[in-house]
């Protein structure tokens, strides 16, 4: 996805039908599913005209022959922050922190545009005039880059190397909420990029290797694996929160507190009596605090015993400018 086939928009369909038919199935029997699921590139997603275009351009071309195999989908969107005298990856004041965590949720709006578009693009297709091989087409949406960008990774060297400080963690928490939110829209989702560059969970240096904040909130949204995704309503303002229920019937509770102001106390409601097992909290005692090789530990989460009795209604405290995952469990659901 991206480089130059973004620039050549007509093209790029005939390119993808091209590879995508010749592409080895790897199957013992030609009758049998492929294995191999060819993936088209999608627009930018940080170009909101653009975008639309592409993806609506891209289907009414393969729309005029037999279409080819249709795996996945795959649109990138980076939370820029450049052009911006002043704030860096490790440098920012209360503003840029504001606009960063509101970029990061402009992504909800482009999954939610761009699967309304490929439904839309798939139902144009023409029937296959043949029943062989007449399979009705699906394809799966694929957020193939997701991170924040800063400006100053550009003169970087190694290239694109950037520090992950609280703000990055904070709108990596968001992200993966929007992300969790829209998992059925959403198949397979990349954060960029997992060492060093740009939205890290490990910076390396020589033999040693550091963990950023956002290898601790990875950690922390484990929990979510394999669960289900639950409705919340009623957040207050500046608290962003997520909820799943898993296999064996625990709650897991997204709070990020995105108000750098300070603690916050939510007060939260559930449907059955429900009881508070464990807190963890990843905060920093400033927004620009980041792990380094000298202070690799600066940020670190912690976690916290509740033990509180089952209730409908608890009160919790959430530090100022933090991700924190609540466990409870439903008492005799």
């Known amino acids: 996805m991206g480089g130059r086939w973004q620039h050549d928009r007509a093209g790029y369909a005939e390119l993808y039908r091209a590879y995508a038919s010749a592409m080895p199935r790897f199957t013992a029997g030609i009758l049998e599913p492929s294995r191999v699921l060819p993936i088209a590139a999608g627009p930018d997603g940080n170009k909101p005209l653009e975008r639309v275009r592409w993806t609506q351009d891209f289907f009414a071309a393969l729309a005029e022959y ?83 960008w800063h400006g100053d990774a550009f003169a970087a060297r190694p290239a694109l190397r950037q520090q992950v400080t609280m703000r990055d963690a904070i709108t990596t928490a968001l992200t993966l909420d929007v992300l969790q939110r829209n998992a059925d829209k959403v198949s397979m989702a990349c954060n960029a990029q997992l060492v060093n560059v740009l939205n890290a969970l490990l910076l390396t ?14 950690m922390m949204y484990k929990a979510h694996r394999g669960a289900q995704a639950l409705e919340v309503s009623g957040a207050p303002e500046g608290v962003h929160v997520f909820a799943s229920l898993g ?87």
């Open 66 to 148: 037999r279409v080819p195999p249709l795996g996945g989908y795959d649109i990138h969107f980076y939370n820029w922050n450049i052009g911006h005298d002043g704030d860096t990856s490790e440098t920012f004041e209360r503003e840029g922190w504001d606009r960063l965590i509101a970029g990061s949720l402009e992504l909800e709006e482009v999954i939610l545009e761009q699967h309304r578009l490929v439904r839309e693009g798939l139902a144009a297709l023409p029937a296959p005039e043949s029943d062989f091989f007449s399979a009705e087409p699906t394809i799966d949406l694929v957020v193939g880059e997701w991170g924040n």
């Open 205 to 218: 240096e020589g033999e040693h290797t550091v963990r950023t904040a956002n290898f601790d909130v990875f």
């Open 247 to 333: 296999e064996d019937g625990a709650l897991t509770i997204d709070l990020v507190n995105a108000d750098l102001d300070g603690a916050r106390q939510v007060e939260l409601s559930f449907a059955d009596p429900t009881e508070l097992l464990e807190i963890e909290n990843l905060a920093a005692d400033e927004p620009t605090a980041c792990n380094t090789f000298e202070r690799p530990d600066a940020i670190r989460r912690c976690v916290s015993r509740l033990d509180r009795a089952a209730a409908t209604a608890h009160s919790v405290t959430l530090p100022g400018g933090s991700v924190s995952v609540l466990r409870a469990r439903a008492v005799g659901v």
